[in-house]
């Protein structure tokens, strides 16, 4: 199982943009499909955004149109592309490889540390 570490969180006024990374302990090549996720206290995890290896991608309906998703397997990163963020936005940030339930890794300690993004005036 490959690991993921999150990074380039922070804080942002309303409208400002914010780029993730998600660099992998190993190669990406074989992994089909990774996904973002985020989690704001008191809240559910949620799914933000998927790619797969073939360049498809999806969105939460909440972030369609401002979020885009991208992967570079040369270097083992997913990436998060994030314009016109909101208050709403704030949250967790976390990545996942897509082959594996929520709750495998929940049961398996397979969650990165996450990158904390603010979203605030």
């Known amino acids: 199982q490959v690991q993921f570490v999150e990074s380039g969180g922070g804080l942002v006024q309303p409208g400002g943009s914010l780029r993730l990374s998600c660099a992998a302990s190993?190669?990406?090549?074989?992994?089909?499909?990774v996904g973002w996720y985020r989690q704001a206290p008191g809240k559910q995890r949620e799914l933000v955004a998927t790619?797969?290896?073939?360049?498809?991608?999806n969105y939460a309906d909440s972030v369609k149109g401002r979020f885009t998703i991208s992967r570079e397997d040369a270097k083992n990163t997913v990436y998060l592309q994030m314009n016109s963020l909101k208050p709403e936005d704030t949250a967790i940030y976390y990545c996942?490889?897509?082959?594996?339930?929520?709750?495998?890794?929940?049961?398996?300690?397979?969650w990165g540390q996450g990158t904390q993004v603010t979203v605030s005036s």
């Open positions: 790619t797969t290896r073939t360049g498809k991608t």
């Open positions: 190993g190669s990406i090549f074989n992994i089909y499909q």
């Open positions: 996942k490889d897509q082959s594996y339930s929520d709750s495998y890794y929940d049961l398996n300690d397979g």
